[in-house]
């Protein structure tokens, strides 16, 4: 069965604590995918990577960065976590072709920076 | 600009009652299309895909139909149930060149089913 997991559900950060979100998938997928979620403004791609080593930025990549150092883990990190970060993450995987192939997300991590 | 646009933004339906969610989009050009099911709290679940050549795919009671002429989506659910309260999430591959696709998401219609 397909799986993707995210470290932790909920998480609580104060302004300009660095935090790291991390995701595993067990389906040897290529394709790693990080997106924000908010209220009213639906999915946002941050980045994705679609080897190891390998990333490229999405639409909103300004204040996070991103290391994959293994293909089932794809990390987000807030270097300098603000109040507009608090947010949905959600991380996804697939294998390479969006055309073709379905994308698996996790659970989600909910963040609130204060 | 690509843009996917979902309607209407939310609605309320009595449990064992049909509905319909629509979905417009100007991506182009177009490669498939994606009906999703977020329940609250949890990531998105895929419910159908669809490429411009299909017009209708079924999964159970969920059935989505494509217009690719209109650039029109819609997703229909038959005989509610209480489990089906959730957001239900378009989106559209964009065929940006040779292997290059990119997803664009629609914000979604959050569906309740009362009893």
């Known amino acids: 069965d397909v799986k993707v997991t995210q470290s932790s559900r909920y998480l609580v950060k104060r302004t300009g604590e660095k935090v790291f979100l991390e995701c595993v998938q067990d389906m040897d997928h290529e394709n790693m995918f990080w997106y924000r979620q908010d209220p009213g403004l639906g999915l946002r791609l941050i980045y994705f990577?679609?080897?190891?080593?390998?990333?490229e930025k999405g639409d909103i990549p300004e204040g996070y960065s991103v290391s994959r150092e293994k293909k089932e883990r794809f990390s987000l990190i807030l270097e300098s976590a603000s109040t507009n970060q608090t947010s949905m993450y959600l991380c996804a995987s697939s294998l390479p072709g969006l055309d073709t192939y379905e994308q698996y997300f996790g659970p989600g991590t909910r963040l609130t920076v204060t | 600009k690509n843009q996917v646009e979902q309607s209407p933004q939310s609605l309320i339906i009595l449990e064992g009652k049909n509905c319909t969610l629509q979905?417009?989009?100007?991506?182009?050009?177009?490669?498939?299309l994606r009906w999703y099911k977020q329940d609250t709290g949890r990531g998105p679940v895929s419910l159908t895909i669809?490429?411009?050549?299909?017009n209708t795919k079924s999964n159970g009671r969920y059935t989505a139909t494509l217009d690719a002429d209109t650039k029109q989506s819609s997703l229909h659910i038959t005989a509610s149930q209480l489990s089906d309260s959730a957001s239900y999430i378009c989106?559209?591959?964009?065929?940006?060149?040779?292997?290059?696709?990119?997803?664009?998401f629609g914000k979604g219609t959050l569906l309740t089913v009362n009893p």
């Open positions: 990577s679609y080897d190891v080593k390998m990333k």
């Open positions: 669809m490429t411009f050549s299909e």
């Open positions: 979905c417009n989009y100007t991506v182009s050009p177009f490669s498939n």
């Open positions: 989106v559209v591959t964009l065929n940006s060149g040779g292997s290059n696709y990119k997803l664009t």
